[in-house]
Every structure is written in structure tokens, then in C-alpha cells.
């Protein structure tokens, strides 16, 4: 599992969707969706919350989230990098792309900077192999990746992040 990132979280906006699914037989997922949809991930208080009106065990809740890759429990950075992992990102140097944005950020797989910017995530494929070695970062794309190239765009963002 997942570093569980506790923080207070404000309950009542989990209201609507338990009272909508809390008694609807098999709705365990989508209530967790619903929820990641509200906080971006899925806060720990709100596991005992949906437990207490669902009836379903903690335990229960977190072993459905963790069995779903779709599921986090520490939420995301302002920026979410992808690393492709696939096959023609991996011939092409997709490894040395990879230890040079982890070391860059200071943070592995599926983990987020401290200061809250960068998420990482190290993906099979994003369906841009003509493009490999490539990183998706939000909704863009950076292709034809080398290990300087990476690092200029992280830097540039937090730049541009930290300038606001």
C-alpha cells in the first residue's frame, strides 16, 4: 500500500455521494471514486467515514482501494509527471530518463515532492512510441526525451510554478 498522507479533510463534502450510494448494494467503488474525484485522493478519515455509513469494514474499504491501481492515498502534485516504460521507451533509454527526473525531484515512483508540486509516476505505455523515450506531464507531451532534456522541463515548470 500506498504512505497514507494524513491531513484533516473537510467530511462534509462526501455527504451528497454517501447519501446518494451508501446503501446501494456494490457501490464501494464508485463511492472511492467519488471520492478521489472530491479530494484527489483518498484521504484516510474519509475510509472510516464511508465505513461508518456503508457498514463495510476499514479494512475492507482500503483492501478494494489497494487491489485498483486507479486508487491513491497521498494526494497529487500540481504536476503530474508520467514516465512510459514500454517497450520502445525502454530501448531508447526510458531507464536514464527515469534517473535523472527521480533524481531531479527527489522522489521515486508514485510519490510527491515535498513541496507538493511533482507527483511521479512510472506508467507501460502512453501510446506515444514514435515519440520514445516520452513523459506525459498534465495533459502534454514530451517526446524524443535525453536525460538533460527531462531535467530542463522540470526545472522550467517549478519555475514557472514558484514564479506565480
Do not use: W
Request: proline share 2%; aromatic share 8%; glycine share 6%.
Amino acid at each position: 500500500m500506498q504512505e497514507c498522507n494524513h491531513k484533516s479533510v473537510d467530511l462534509t463534502l462526501l455527504e451528497d455521494t454517501l447519501a446518494q450510494y451508501a446503501d446501494v448494494k456494490g457501490s464501494l467503488i464508485t463511492i472511492l471514486q467519488k471520492t478521489q474525484d472530491i479530494y484527489g485522493y483518498i484521504p484516510i478519515d474519509a475510509v472510516y467515514r464511508i465505513s461508518e455509513r456503508t457498514g463495510a469494514s476499514p479494512a475492507k474499504i482500503l483492501g478494494v482501494a489497494t487491489f485498483y491501481s486507479q486508487f491513491r492515498f497521498q494526494a497529487v502534485g500540481q504536476f503530474m509527471v508520467m514516465l512510459c516504460k514500454g517497450t520502445a521507451c525502454y530501448v531508447n533509454g526510458a531507464e536514464r530518463i527515469a534517473d535523472a527526473v527521480m533524481d531531479e525531484l527527489g522522489i521515486r515512483d508514485n510519490q510527491t515532492t515535498d513541496d507538493g508540486l511533482f507527483s511521479l509516476s512510472l506508467v507501460s505505455c502512453l501510446g506515444c512510441c514514435s515519440l520514445a523515450p516520452v513523459m506525459m506531464i498534465n495533459d502534454k507531451v514530451y517526446g524524443s526525451l535525453t536525460p538533460d532534456k527531462a531535467r530542463k522541463i522540470l526545472r522550467d515548470l517549478r519555475k514557472e510554478a514558484t514564479a506565480e
